[in-house]
């Protein structure tokens, strides 16, 4: 890695800099690099070839599959994004930051998300308990936590894992998604 930057994800998939506005800049010498993403409950994406890099600001849209994305091998398991209505987008579910996305099995993200809700801010332990604030379990990221019930950020790590994976082709509970970065 050469440079890294913390950045802001804006609702409308802009990634910015941490004042709001800015385009994300960094410190490195102008030249072509492989330029990726990393999200704090999202599998990480990274283009697939190097993309040249100058102070005039160069657009790189991993909204489209027309960007061509790393991936380990060509296999149907290893997909860098998820098919989405709007195109392409992270892999949503990384609860547990471990380049996994898991609904069943070991270290998988579900529990995490009941850990979450079921912590000190839950006097009654209530498995339909909605958490406000910044968490890792607020899989859609609209602000709230939510394990059992209406808009529950559960869902989302089911629906990826057993039926929006093309590596998945039989909906098992216990396939993982992989984070495609070398
Ligand atoms: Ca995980
Ligand atoms: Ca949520």
Known sequence: MVDSRPAL???????????G??????SA??????VSVKHRNHLGVMTASAVPLSVTGTSVDFRTSATGT??????????SQVTVAQGVALWGGNVVYDKSVIYQ??????????????GPLNLTGAANYILNG???????????????????????????VTKNHPG????????????QLP
């Open 105 to 118: 099995g070991t270290t998988n993200d579900v529990s995490a998300i009941a850990n979450q809700v079921k």
């Open 29 to 34: 010498v102008q030249g072509s690099y492989y």
């Open 70 to 79: 790393y991936r380990v091998t060509t296999s149907a398991i290893n997909q």
């Open 134 to 160: 910044y968490y890792t379990g607020d899989v859609n990221l609209d602000g709230r936590t939510i394990y059992q019930g209406n808009s529950n950020d559960v869902n989302y790590i089911y629906l990826n």
């Open 9 to 19: 994800v804006q609702r409308d998939g802009d990634i910015v800099e941490i004042d």
């Open 168 to 179: 998945n082709a039989t909906g098992q509970n216990f396939f993982v998604i992989k984070e």
């Open 21 to 26: 506005t800015s385009a994300v800049a960094f």
